[in-house]
């Protein structure tokens, strides 16, 4: 099966080096681009991709709203958020605004592919280094205690919000499992209970959800 993939970005060689990269994969294939927020979200309901790599940063409609607009609408393409940690401080709210995982531009080409499977195949474990390192960026930044929303811990068992912390912190269902003396499959049913019972989507909005509980701060990690 094929995963049929939109760029989303301004810069014209960001796009192509893309497009160039993925040609090199029979089951990847590129079915359009944009330049513009805006463009990206009338694409996806022209194309129907299956994942949509975007960037936060275009003139315009930004990638945020792109995101928002596209998850909450009937489409059931994925977006896969293509930042720059230097640069954006937006990838929270890109995540907030649907985004099933994201990458990072400096890393390696096969990273970004692989990125790009997990998320088509309807999973947002990305790796998790790069999930703790987004947490400590964002939790790192002045001011960011003061604006992240607190939620009310509500429905869940101490063993659950364990398990939802170490989530946060990035951690693999097997370091959780070697972190609480547990097996990988009694993880894997924590993390499903806890989809169901916070109504996430998936992993990537329970690492969100356990910033926004404060379980995860300037100590991800």
């Known amino acids: 099966m094929t995963v049929r993939i939109l760029l989303a970005d ?8 893309l497009r160039v990269l993925i040609a090199d994969h029979p089951d990847l294939e590129v079915v359009g681009e944009a330049a513009t927020g805006s463009e990206a ?8 991709p ?15 709203e792109a995101t928002r607009r596209i998850t909450a609408g009937p489409a059931t393409s994925r977006v896969l958020v293509l930042t720059t940690f230097d640069e954006d401080d937006h990838v929270y709210g890109a995540l907030r605004a649907g985004a099933s995982g994201f990458v990072v531009k400096d890393m390696a080409l096969d990273d970004i592919l692989a990125a ?37 811990i509500e429905g869940i068992t101490e063993r659950e919000r364990e398990v939802l912390t170490l989530v946060g912190r990035g951690r693999s269902n097997t370091e959780i499992a070697q972190d609480l003396f547990i097996t990988v499959a009694t993880v894997k049913a924590h993390v ?11 992993r990537v909005q329970l690492v969100i959800t356990a910033y926004e509980m404060g379980l995860v701060g300037t100590r991800a990690g």
């Not at 299956?50 to 945020?64: A, E, H, T, Y």
């Not at 499903?192 to 998936?202: I, N, P, Y």
Request: glycine content about 10%; aromatic content about 2%; cysteine-free.
């Open 192 to 202: 499903s209970r806890l989809l169901t019972k916070l109504d996430a989507r998936d």
């Open 116 to 152: 790009i499977r997990v998320v088509a195949a309807g999973d947002a474990l990305i790796a998790p280094s790069v999930t703790r390192r987004l947490i400590a960026e964002f939790a790192g930044r002045p001011g960011a205690a003061k604006e992240r929303p607190r939620r009310p």
């Open 50 to 64: 299956d994942v949509v790599v975007m960037d936060i940063r275009m003139p315009g409609m930004d990638g945020i």
């Open 41 to 48: 979200v009338r694409l996806v309901g022209d194309l129907g």
């Open 10 to 17: 301004d810069q014209p060689l960001v796009r192509s080096g």
